[in-house]
């Protein structure tokens, strides 16, 4: 059994996040991590009660939706609305943070920005972590979490097997079994 690390685990969360995102733009989701324990999540979207983008449309000035807040922004107002401290702590993101974020990020005391993707990564952010001292390390999502991924694996095993039992050309069936290895130990 493979047993998945802190980093898959909490960027999955945010993976996970994003998925509730309301804005058609960018689905982005962010995890606030102190301790190796989730004390925050966000995802962009409108703010509580509001209009969303996905029903809506977005509301775009200068290229920008200006209704959304963004992910990361939405994690840090959560821990301020509950009072949790953001000092020391870690996000994980599933997008390169904004410039607006970024200066959020910092002054939260957050210490490590644990990214997946590019996003237009800004020379300014950069510059802004780097000089407070904040670590930006990119973290990819390394297998999609499934969890069916065993029972999937035994039936294809299971089905592979009966396969076999009737007779099937060999060549054939070996071709399948290895789609079957790629496919669930990749
Ligand atoms: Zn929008
Ligand atoms: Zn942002």
Known sequence: ???ISWDQYFMAQSHLLALRSTCNRLA?????????RIIAGGYNGSIAGGTHCIDDGCYVIDN?????IHAEMNAIIQCAKFGVPTAN???YVTHFPCLQCCKSIIQAGIQAVYYAEDYKNHPYAIELFEQA???MEK??????????GKQKQDFVHSLLQQLEATGVDQEELSKLQQKAYQLFND
């Open 64 to 68: 920008h939706c200006v209704r959304t």
């Open 139 to 148: 973290v990819k999502m390394i297998q999609p979490i499934d969890v069916y």
């Open 28 to 36: 982005v989701g962010a995890t606030i991590v102190r301790d190796n």
């Open 89 to 91: 702590a870690e996000i």
């Open 133 to 135: 001292g904040v670590k």
């Open 1 to 3: 059994m493979n047993r």
